[in-house]
């Protein structure tokens, strides 16, 4: 019984992670129907942006609270990846976007980014792994036998609140429904006065500030950095985005918690050898009754 | 293709076979040497000391004017191919090394995944191929040309069980092992024979895995605790030490964690944060309290690069040391396949040879007889000697 209570409590905190990477694809996909594959090592990015300016802060030694220092370092990291996605999307997207080219190669485009993050993080900082600064004191904290801790409750809590803010930010402001307005019709909307680009640009700070809080807390509960982290956990995340149904927000949020849940289960009842494979097997089956996801719509035209 | 494209071609090809022709001919009086290591990857700290002591070893001779064989000195030239921790990377630059930088002899690949790929491909090639750090038993098996520097695991798996039980007092054990790492994975099955041969079947009440890009042990971790295990084995490289064991104290985990020669890094103490103060795991070599030769090199090495060697430094400076010796005892006529050969007959019948981690003989399948050391992490972070243990 603990140690169910133990493994749910493991599959929420994992699956945390998995929803606010997928929330990441889902939200720019759901604008410019873009698989944005470079997702995952925007993720890295942050987690070594949040390692620099973590470190740097409490370099300097001041006398101030944990929480500040976090608040500190989250904000100057969602800053820092909000520029680093919005750069991405002016130099790597929009030039292409313009040429009126298919979205198949603004996707193959996505996958050479992420690859030119990852590289370019091993030829300047080299490939020794960092160890991410303790930016706040863990607790431990036991409860009814099962062992928390408060950094773990906190990623729970965060990938909730983000939820919570996209789900309000696209249905309930203007913003928002240019969002959807775009996805819905990337032609009449100009017409509409619509600043299309403007709202790319939204959208990409957005997306690329959901990485950073992903990253940030990834890199203090999972405290190796290396640059191939973002790879294979940006991969999975999408997968969940796709089965929870791609470009519905809610979707890209079960789907995220829904294969965090069967990863861990998994372990739980077979060998944690089998953990991938039975996993994605599940997710396969799941994909060939619905395919298009649990909440999607289906459309004529997807990748 | 129009004729002046193809023209174009012919060119190119031309000059490359010439290039080609040149590279050859000026090899002379150079010893070449290629290095099969990780400096990218999940573990870059393993190929770092490796280059590292191999630089030490090169500045040494080439300072002294060369490699004295047969009265004539010879300079050497070492190669250092990154094959980025992984199997399929080592394979490519065994290739490369031995086709196209044509070496003498290769030493590396560290890790066993990567020396038991690699150790094929010099073995069909006729190359000799010296290890340093790779401790499963498929890396020289049947081959002649592939030797290792260091103890096998069928060696150290039991002696660490029987020094677990002298020191811990402990019945019961959970292993972790990593799935995807042929040393990790026959480390940890070997492991748990040798606990069931003396503490029972069933006496590994948890035997668990995960995969190379795993980074949350949660579930693993919550069923070592749940079954009770008084041990955590854990023969995982240094770089998820980092990962598990701080995970495992969050969980409630308060036994005791024994490891393995991979943890040996200079990286453990740092990317664990500390975690690992007071555990144990067996290893090759300890630094602290090391005397004559083996404290030179810890010199040299902290001097030039200012941290202590990991073992696999030394093990590399051993296994260079090695190829060096079996060149001299053999002789260059200039025909690489022959020479590659007559070192290959040297290496093996070096005996009782006097290197920084232990004396070395060679059994016929190329493993050398030596013993194993238990070292403590200390507050410092230093690597404490604590025993030996002897096969």
């Given at each position: 019984m603990q140690t169910l209570l133990q493994n749910i409590f493991n599959g929420l905190q994992w699956g945390s992670f998995y929803s606010m990477i997928a929330l990441g694809y889902c939200l720019v996909y759901g604008v410019l129907r873009l698989i944005n594959f470079a997702h995952g090592d925007i993720f890295m990015m942050a987690s070594y942006f949040a390692f620099f300016i973590g470190t740097a802060i409490l370099g300097l030694a001041l006398p101030l609270p944990d929480a500040v220092v976090f608040g500190l370092t989250l904000v100057a990291t969602m800053a820092l990846t909000a520029g680093l996605g919005v750069f991405i999307e002016r130099v790597a997207y929009r030039p292409l976007r313009t040429k009126g080219a298919h979205r198949l190669y603004v996707v193959i485009t996505a996958l050479m980014v992420g690859f030119i993050l990852e590289n370019g993080n091993l030829a300047v900082l080299g490939a020794s792994a960092l160890r991410f600064p303790e930016i706040i004191d863990k607790h431990i904290i036991e409860f009814a036998g099962i062992h928390l801790t408060n950094l773990r409750i906190l990623v729970i809590v965060a990938s909730l609140i983000v939820f919570a803010f996209l789900q309000f930010f696209v249905t309930k402001t203007k913003i928002g429904m240019a969002m959807r307005a775009i996805s819905y019709d990337k032609f009449a909307i100009p017409l509409m006065g619509i600043p299309v680009n403007r709202i790319i640009v939204v959208t990409f700070v957005l997306g690329s500030s959901l990485a950073a809080v992903a990253g940030m807390l990834f890199g203090l509960s999972y405290p190796v950095l290396n640059p191939y982290m973002g790879m294979i956990i940006g991969w999975k995340a999408f997968i969940a985005a796709v089965v929870g149904g791609i470009g519905e927000i809610k979707g890209a949020f079960i789907g995220g918690f829904l294969l965090g849940f069967i990863e861990i289960f998994v372990i739980t009842f077979f060998p944690s050898s089998y953990k991938d494979l039975i996993s994605f097997v599940i997710l396969l089956v799941i994909l060939t009754l619905?395919?298009?996801?649990?909440f999607g719509i289906a459309k004529s035209t997807k990748i | 293709m129009n004729g002046r494209k193809r023209l174009l071609v012919v060119v190119a090809v031309l000059s490359l076979v010439v290039s080609g022709l040149f590279a050859g001919g000026s090899a002379e009086n150079t010893i070449k040497i290629g290095f099969n290591i990780p400096l990218t990857g999940d573990s870059p700290k393993v190929g770092e000391g490796s280059k590292y002591a191999a630089e030490l070893v090169k500045e040494r001779i080439n300072g002294e004017g060369g490699l004295l064989v047969d009265g004539e000195r010879y300079m050497l030239e070492f190669i250092y191919e990154d094959n980025a921790f992984k199997p399929d990377t080592a394979v490519t630059a065994a290739y490369k090394l031995i086709e196209?930088?044509?070496?003498?002899a290769i030493v590396g690949p560290d890790g066993s995944s990567q020396a038991i790929p690699a150790g094929g491909v010099a073995e069909e090639s006729g190359v000799p191929l010296i290890s340093p750090w790779s401790t499963n038993p498929n890396t020289t098996l049947d081959r002649p040309y592939v030797f290792r520097a260091c103890f096998l695991d069928p060696f150290q798996a039991p002696v660490a069980v029987k020094f677990a039980e002298e020191q811990f007092d402990v019945e019961t054990c959970a292993v972790l092992y990593n799935l995807e790492s042929d040393y990790s994975k026959t480390l940890a099955e070997l492991f748990k024979g040798a606990w069931e041969e003396t503490n029972g079947a069933g006496s590994v009440v948890a035997f668990e895995s995960f995969g190379q890009?795993?980074?949350?042990?949660s579930v693993q971790l919550t069923k070592i605790i749940a079954s009770g295990a008084e041990m955590l084995y854990l023969p995982v490289y240094y770089n998820f030490v980092g990962l598990i064991v701080p995970q495992a104290q969050e969980l409630g985990w308060d036994g005791v964690v024994f490891g393995a020669d991979a943890w040996g890094s200079a990286d453990l103490w740092k990317l664990s944060d500390g975690a690992v103060e007071g555990y144990y795991f067996t290893t090759h070599y300890a630094a602290a309290g090391a005397t004559g030769e083996t404290k030179e090199f810890i010199d040299a090495y902290e001097a030039a690069y200012g941290y202590t060697p990991d073992d696999v430094g030394a093990l590399t400076y051993d296994a260079i040391n090695i190829v060096l010796t079996a060149i001299q005892d053999a002789g260059i006529t200039g025909d690489l396949a022959a020479d590659r050969t007559a070192i290959k007959d040297s290496i093996a019948a070096i005996s009782n040879y006097p290197g920084i981690t232990g004396n070395m003989t060679f059994t016929l399948d190329g493993d050398p007889i030596k013993d194993a050391v238990v070292v403590q992490v200390n507050s410092a972070g230093e690597f404490e000697f604590v025993k030996t243990l002897s096969p």
């Open positions: 619905k395919p298009t996801g649990f | 196209q930088d044509e070496v003498l890009k795993d980074q949350d042990f």
